[in-house]
């Protein structure tokens, strides 16, 4: 059974910085991309930023980059999302989810609330 | 960036009705559009993809239809257990996604 688990969200003041980190199990992770895709609270979705498989082709969405970066740990089945410089509208549930060839797996979301 | 506009936003249905939503491309996807299906509290489920492709274990009272700019979704024969917030995504640039169209009981 394919399994993606978020961690790493929590509360923190504008200006700052957190790790996500999304562990994969039930298949091969190194076969895969990935994408961090955020929802808002009572929002709809957005796409952050994609990896490929073999972290040769990395993209982000405008409203992130030179902010966050996400990478990969092949060894480890786990995807990160390194955000700096974070901002209240960061504030969303942040979910990982696989490209096979779309999005077909889903993670339950790690919540990140920025706030002072 | 590619902007998907989804409509409507909302709809207010009964269980059995032909339910009927939509979504236009800003630019030419083709046919990379997927649709997704999330209940509250609970993270998005794929149902479709490549615009018409009824994705493993889907009901085929789903359907969706179109290519280009023009995407359709329906449900033929509404549940309870329908009741959602559908999404429409384009991937052939990027990711973008629909805004939603919340499904409720009249």
């Known amino acids: 059974e394919v399994q993606l688990v978020e961690s790493g969200g929590g509360l923190v003041q504008p200006g700052r910085s957190l790790k996500l980190s999304c562990v994969a199990s039930?298949?091969?992770?190194?076969?895969?991309?990935m994408n961090w895709i955020r929802q808002a609270p009572g929002k709809g979705l957005e796409w952050v930023a994609y990896i490929s498989s073999g972290s040769s082709y990395i993209y982000y969405a405008e409203t992130v980059k030179g902010r966050f970066t996400i990478s990969r740990d092949n060894a480890k089945n786990t995807l990160y999302l390194q955000m700096t410089s974070l901002r209240s509208e960061d504030t969303a549930l942040y979910y990982c989810?696989?490209?096979?060839?779309?999005?077909?797996?889903w993670g339950q979301g790690v919540m990140v609330t920025v706030s002072s | 960036d590619i902007v998907m506009t989804q409509s409507p936003t909302s709809m207010s249905i009964s269980v059995g009705d032909r339910v009927t939503m939509n979504c236009k491309a800003s630019q030419n996807v083709g046919s990379n559009v997927d649709w997704y299906q999330q209940k509250t509290g609970q993270s998005p489920k794929l149902l479709i993809y490549k615009a018409s492709n009824r994705y493993t274990g889907v009901p085929d009272r789903f359907t969706g239809s179109g290519s280009g700019t023009d995407f359709t979704f329906t449900i033929s024969n509404m549940q309870a257990e329908d009741l959602a917030v559908y999404y429409c995504m384009q991937s052939n640039s990027y990711l973008t996604f629909g805004s939603g169209t919340k499904l409720e009981i009249k």
């Open positions: 989810a696989r490209v096979g060839p779309t999005i077909d797996y």
């Open positions: 039930g298949f091969t992770f190194s076969n895969y991309g």
